[in-house]
């Protein structure tokens, strides 16, 4: 199986830390949006989406590339986000990404989340929130997800 992790992290690297230990798992590339194409995806079998959340939101820059998709990419899909807070059931922003990775014709095998420092204001008045996460249960976490995202390899046919 060949994987990818594209991921945005830009403000204390939580997310760049749980996209590494996935793509030891997975034996994949950690590439932010901009360095590859929408026509590159189709060189994989499994394509991972990460970013920290703002605004209750994925990173624009990883929407964005998101929406660039062309329709009818092939292959499966999945979608991890770090943040300070749980996400709240009035704004669902991971199944709503994860709806239109399915639009451009992804398979989404599954989500991730973590808690992860968090300084957005008004967070930031206070020092910020969730201060030394992801931990290493929430990596242990993130270890774990990838695993379960592993298909075997399958025997040579005959």
């Not at 992290?9 to 950690?30: F, I, K, P, Y």
């Not at 329709?71 to 999945?78: E, V």
Request: charged share 20%; glycine share 10%; hydrophobic share 45%.
């Amino acid at each position: 199986m060949k994987a990818l992790i594209v991921c945005t992290s830009v403000s204390h690297g939580n997310t760049e830390q749980v996209a590494d230990v996935m793509a030891e798992v997975l034996g994949a590339r950690v590439v932010e949006p901009g360095e590859v194409t929408p026509a590159d995806l189709a060189a994989y079998d499994l394509v991972g989406f990460g970013s920290g959340i703002f605004n209750m939101n994925f990173h624009p820059r990883l929407r964005e590339f998101a929406g660039s998709l062309p329709s009818g990419q092939q292959g499966s899909a999945f979608v991890f986000a770090t943040s300070g807070l749980p996400e709240p059931p009035f704004r669902r922003y991971t199944r709503a990404f994860a709806h239109q990775l399915e639009s451009k014709g992804f398979e989404v095998v599954g989500t991730f989340a973590c808690r992860a420092y968090d300084t957005w204001f008004p967070f930031k008045l206070v020092g910020g929130i969730r201060k030394g996460q992801p931990d290493a249960a929430g990596l242990a976490a993130a270890r774990a997800f990838a695993e379960g995202l592993r298909v075997p390899d399958q025997p040579a046919a005959d």
